[in-house]
């Protein structure tokens, strides 16, 4: 079988931020090769510690709303897991069996069947932007909405159900607290992202990116982040949702047609694939860049991130010499020429032919070509 089609993301880095199904997400993406480096930002908080949804389902019982929108499976069936584990299970089934449900996509529709209710209304594109739509073409002025909030909330669709003339509710069934061992995790995953270190980070939820920007904050390295975004590094979203975050901050995610996990991977491949691989011709042979890995007529070595960012600065100017100050400032560990020779004379010994980084004497650097 052919090695590159068996593992196309072979040396490619990648970040994951989640908690929930992270074992699934890293699993698929190791198998097909890549290094992945795991720091979830958020994780569910459990249902036994959630008082305001307990709350929040004995003022939606209490108001018996018109009309339910259900906007994820998963919310779904841990809001009637939790409603069961309070003693409001009964109770809320009468409230979902008079009113009229609508649900944002297949999975949140197999959810409300598989709990013994039926829907009126899907959405088309699995939008709530949709849902939205359909159920304010039906005509609510006067009726009470329910939303099932799915861990960030919407409220440009909650107010447009306002304006429409519906009094509102609204039910979280999962909210975001911060992993115990999240902290030096999640400051290992920004700093490979600013130094290089990582071609890709993918994300399954919206408080996700907004508490990523909050860690970036808050270690000084917001700006560098967006940067690094805005140039080497690909975000990659599951779907609409989660990737307004990233939209907002100026970012161009990745995001699939359909908005399912699979299908984010899928697309991952696709682009680090087709755009991934930097191929140039050197004195030495064809040589190419596929994320940390460098192959030179056969033989292949994996370079660290600062070893990385100097040679594909070598590679990209095709041969051109590159002063010595230019090369020293993107060093992380000091400027100066010792600490340059020193990182040329890594980068040399990691490469699979030392000769194909030239000296030229006083001026500086440049590729063997």
């Known amino acids: 079988m052919n090695a590159a089609a068996d593992q196309p993301l072979a040396g490619f880095r990648i970040g994951v931020t989640s908690d929930r199904r992270s074992a699934d997400l890293i699993d698929a993406l190791e198998r097909r090769g890549a290094t992945v480096l795991h720091a979830p930002v958020l994780k569910i908080a459990p249902v036994a510690e959630d008082a305001e949804l307990v709350a929040e389902t004995e003022a939606l019982i209490a108001a018996r709303p018109d009309v339910m929108l259900v906007t994820t499976a998963y919310g779904m069936r841990r809001w009637i897991e939790a409603a069961d584990a309070h003693g409001l299970g009964e109770q809320l089934a009468d409230v979902l069996e008079s009113a009229s449900i609508h649900v944002r996509g297949p999975k949140a529709r197999g959810a409300v069947r598989a709990a013994g209710f039926t829907d009126d209304g899907i959405s088309p594109d699995e939008r709530t932007t949709t849902l939205v739509d359909n159920v304010i073409a039906r005509g609510i002025a006067g009726r009470t909405v329910a939303v099932q909030l799915h861990g960030y909330a919407d409220l440009e669709g909650l107010e447009r159900l306002r304006s429409a003339g519906a009094a509102v509710l609204t039910v979280s ?26 071609d890709v980070v993918t994300f399954t939820s919206a408080p996700a990116v907004d508490a990523l920007w909050s860690a970036a904050q808050k270690s000084g390295r917001y700006w560098r982040l967006m940067e690094a975004f805005q140039t080497h590094l690909t ?14 901050a100026g970012i161009e995610p990745l995001i ?83 600490a340059l020779d020193m990182a040329v004379s890594r980068l040399r010994q990691a490469l699979p032919d030392a000769k194909l980084v030239a ?11």
């Open 256 to 338: 699939p047609d359909r908005f399912r996990m699979g299908a984010m991977i899928r697309l991952v491949v696709e682009h680090l694939s087709g755009r991934g691989t930097h191929r140039f011709e050197t004195a030495l042979g064809p040589c190419s860049v596929r994320g940390n890995a460098v192959e030179l007529d056969g033989a292949r070595t994996e370079l660290t991130a600062s070893q990385l960012a100097l040679f594909r600065v070598l590679a990209d100017a095709q041969g051109a010499v590159l002063p010595r100050a230019e090369l020293a400032g993107l060093l992380c560990d000091g400027q100066g020429d010792h």
């Open 359 to 369: 000296t030229v004497i006083k001026r500086g650097y440049r590729l063997n070509v």
């Open 173 to 198: 069934p999962y909210r975001w607290v911060a992993p115990p061992d999240s902290e030096e995790r999640v400051d290992r995953l920004l700093e490979a992202a600013c130094t290089g270190g990582l």
């Open 235 to 248: 975000a990659a979203a599951v779907g609409t949702v989660t990737a307004q975050p990233l939209v907002d």
